[in-house]
């Protein structure tokens, strides 16, 4: 079956600590995103990369870090930087840049306490 | 400044009480808009994309509409299995790229 994955479903970091947040894709699709969501408020875009060995920051894209160096995979860190880090984190992908619907995975819980 | 908002941001149905979500904009260049829906703890799942004013999309009970200024997701007899997050995203030009901007959401909850 095609589709996103991400893991682990749930994470739990110490403050000032770094993690990595996976997601792996298997659906052919050249364009990745991640993106935060918080209670109350609508998705937001962290980064987001059209092909591989390319990336670019989305609206809140400070204190968190990314690569492309396979077209199926787009892991995200999350630096000490963060000032917020605990959030529920979601990658989507989609067949081009911004030009298809994007397709979620089910998504990571951090927690940092 | 551009903006989505959804209302209401939570709403309580009986079992085959039909009722529409709305999601309505304020951004320029508007380059098509997503439904999706979020069942707790997991990810969006993609609904439907309309792209001009006038548009409409079905699936099994829900209807999507689109107008210059609003998109309305109508849900006909709903059934329990329907209660869920409802998210409406807009696809626009900004800052040099496409991007999308997503709504709070609407929560429905439908009961037997």
């Known amino acids: 079956d095609g589709g996103i994955t991400q893991s682990p479903k749930y994470l739990f970091r110490k403050e000032g600590q770094n993690v990595t947040l996976s997601c792996e894709q298997n659906l052919n699709h050249d364009a990745m995103y991640w993106y935060r969501q918080d209670p109350g408020q609508g998705l937001r875009l962290i980064y987001y990369s059209q092909i591989v060995n390319d990336f670019q920051k989305g609206d809140i894209a400070e204190g968190y870090s990314v690569s492309r160096e396979k077209k199926e995979s787009f892991p995200l860190t999350v630096t000490s930087a963060q000032k917020n880090p605990t959030a529920f984190y979601l990658c989507?992908?989609?067949?081009?840049?911004?030009?298809?619907?994007?397709?979620f995975g089910p998504g990571t819980r951090l927690t940092v306490t | 400044e551009d903006q989505v908002t959804q209302s209401p941001e939570a709403l309580r149905l009986q079992e085959g009480e039909s009722s529409s979500l709305n999601c309505s904009y304020t951004?320029?260049?508007?380059?098509?808009l997503f439904w999706y829906r979020q069942d707790p703890g997991k990810g969006p799942e993609f609904l439907f994309t309309?792209?001009?004013a006038g548009e409409e999309k079905e699936k099994e009970r829900l209807k999507a509409t689109l107008t210059k200024k609003e998109s309305f997701l109508h849900i006909t007899a709903p059934k329990p299995e329907d209660s869920a997050t409802y998210l409406c995203?807009?696809?626009?030009?900004?800052?040099?790229?496409?991007?999308?901007?997503f709504g709070a959401g609407t929560r429905l909850a439908v009961h037997p």
């Open positions: 989507a992908s989609s067949r081009g840049p911004l030009s298809y619907e994007q397709y």
């Open positions: 995203a807009v696809r626009l030009f900004s800052g040099g790229y496409n991007k999308l901007i």
């Open positions: 309309l792209y001009s």
């Open positions: 951004v320029s260049g508007l380059r098509g």
